[in-house]
């Protein structure tokens, strides 16, 4: 696709509940990033996919979070057992080649909400 | 000290102004900066990035890069009310994804 694709474009959930979130990266760039931000913060971190290099995952707030990244493409973020504290929006981002000196590109995002 | 620091504002400045936004980075060792617009509920849309000391220009936005100071800052020349957003600094220091800041609200008043 032309963009950073994300689904679902929003998602309400029981506390307590899993959930997935998708990232479907630009075609052709190696390198794919998930960021979060809740409401009125900046970005936070999560975890970056480099090619078929160990991702790095040191962003992850707790074990409840992990992702992964099929066929150096799509990739998947999972939250286990949801608290309120998830809720936020979980923001996609792809690039070319490595971070270093090559700009990122987000998806719209998932927006989370844990009830 | 947070690795990448902005003023959260708001910044106001009347339609037409130049308006200036800065950003401080703690690494010495960044390579790349990095200047991103959010619009409300939207997500982060890149403007500009640079990685040069001095300044870069692109239309009406201009970024500038003092690395002895580890600084960066963005000016809009004749801002307008659609300018009004938050603008995002973000550095890479070349260990992993891109540093953010948390951001300057900018409002430009009719």
């Known amino acids: 696709g032309a963009g950073v694709s994300q689904s679902p474009s929003n998602k309400v959930t029981e506390k307590g509940k899993d959930v997935e979130l998708r990232c479907d990266p630009i075609s052709g760039h190696t390198a794919l990033y998930w960021y979060r931000q809740s409401l009125g913060q900046g970005l936070e971190f999560l975890i970056y996919f480099q090619g078929n290099s160990a991702p790095d995952k040191s962003g992850l707030p707790s074990d409840r979070f992990s992702a992964e990244r099929t066929g150096g493409s799509v990739s998947t973020l999972t939250i286990q057992r949801t608290q309120q504290e998830d809720s936020a929006v979980y923001l996609c981002a792809s690039s070319p080649a490595g971070a270093h000196g090559n700009t990122i590109y987000f998806g719209e995002g998932s927006w989370l909400t844990v009830v | 000290q947070k690795e990448v620091e902005q003023n959260s504002g708001p910044l106001s400045v009347p339609e037409g102004a130049i308006a200036s936004l800065n950003c401080t980075y703690s690494d010495r060792g960044s390579q790349s900066f990095f200047w991103y617009r959010q619009y409300s509920g939207k997500s982060p849309e890149l403007i500009m990035f640079?990685?040069?000391?001095g300044d870069k220009e692109d239309g009406r936005f201009t970024a500038q890069l003092n690395k002895a100071s580890q600084y960066v800052s963005l000016l809009i020349r004749d801002s307008q009310p659609s300018d009004s957003a938050t603008y995002l600094c973000a550095v890479d220091t070349g260990r992993r994804a891109l540093t953010f800041g948390s951001g300057t609200r900018l409002q430009v008043q009719p």
């Open positions: 640079i990685y040069s000391n």
